[in-house]
């Protein structure tokens, strides 16, 4: 059976494409990190990896394990983390997952106050695009917690964070934008009469383009694209310098923004959920908390801008 060891050499040789590299960051020889190789394959009884002149590249059966090997690796490294944090030690890594979204708006005030109780404990961070690649990366076992959207069917421990606002964003100077000049709280604004519009969107790979085509969809078009950028803040900015409106999470907008910030009508909003595989620990659970004290509604700053949420 393969030691976590040599899969640690699989994924380390993979990951920086060569085998002299992955010796220098495993600090082992190339000749010896060459053998314990070949003691894998043999064990394995296939070619894991390719030699080309430059590079390395997976075989279909070194594609086939690495991901079962990352997956062995980042269970090891709970493991130890969990043995530690039982025998009180206040040091450690938290592995977390989100969105990029989630992680631009909601974690960076959730991750300082984390911080600033618990500096000997370590977070590492891993960012996704879309809700079912946050859950699939739960279950091959990438993290300790995910923050994201419920995942559909979870088998695993589920807390309900609150609801996550999402505001239309366009230029100071558009038409949409006029009827709260001369007042202090902005006016919803119907998405039926942007239709005719070009939208900054989203690319295909982001979640966030789903949920904007499912909000113009429920408004009765699909929207015309100026522009599309992976990130919230960046079409929050695009919208802001005239190519269109756009839809973004509330918490990803700053302070001081000089764009027009609008609720849309019908109004847009997500659930947003913290998950586990199985019971948190207690650092898991205490993050937890602390997530769950930051709070993920408008930020103070946009509900003064925007004055109270209209019930319908």
């Not at 990951?15 to 060459?34: K, M, N, V, W």
């Not at 088998?155 to 505001?167: K, S, Y």
């Amino acid at each position: 059976m393969p030691t976590l060891r040599q899969l640690e050499y699989l994924v380390t040789i993979v990951d920086e494409g060569s085998f002299t590299r992955a010796a220098e960051l495993l600090h082992i020889t190339q000749p010896g990190l060459s053998h314990q190789f070949q003691a894998l394959e043999r064990e394995i009884g296939s070619p894991l990896l390719e030699r080309l002149p430059r590079a390395v590249r997976p075989t279909p059966a070194g594609r086939a394990m690495l991901p079962h090997a990352r997956a062995a690796l980042a269970e090891a490294r709970r493991a130890a983390t969990a043995a530690r944090r039982t025998a009180g030690l206040a040091t450690g890594e938290l592995h977390l997952a989100t969105l990029y979204s989630i992680s631009y708006g909601l974690l960076p005030a959730a991750l300082g106050a984390w911080r600033r109780r618990h500096p000997g404990v370590r977070v590492r961070l891993f960012e996704h695009r879309r809700t079912e690649e946050l859950a699939a990366a739960m279950n091959a076992g990438q993290a300790d917690i995910a923050v994201g959207p419920p995942p559909p069917g979870w088998e695993g421990p589920v807390r309900h964070l609150g609801t996550e606002e999402f505001l239309l964003i366009t230029h100071t100077d558009d038409p949409a934008a006029e009827p709260g000049a001369d007042s202090a709280r902005a006016p919803r604004v119907r998405l039926a009469e942007l239709a005719e519009r070009e939208w900054v969107h989203f690319t295909p790979d982001s979640g966030l383009a789903d949920l904007l085509e499912q909000a113009c969809a429920a408004a009765g078009f699909r929207p015309r694209v100026a522009v599309r950028t992976e990130q919230a803040p960046a079409a929050a900015n695009y919208a802001a310098a005239g190519l269109g409106p756009t839809l973004v999470p509330a918490n990803t907008v700053p302070p001081r923004f000089n764009g027009a910030v609008l609720r849309p009508d019908p109004p847009v909003s997500r659930p947003l959920t913290a998950y586990t595989r199985t019971t948190p620990d207690p650092i898991t659970a205490a993050f937890l908390d602390t997530l769950a004290g930051q709070g993920i509604l408008t930020p103070r700053h946009l509900r003064r801008r925007l004055g109270p949420a209209e019930s319908g």
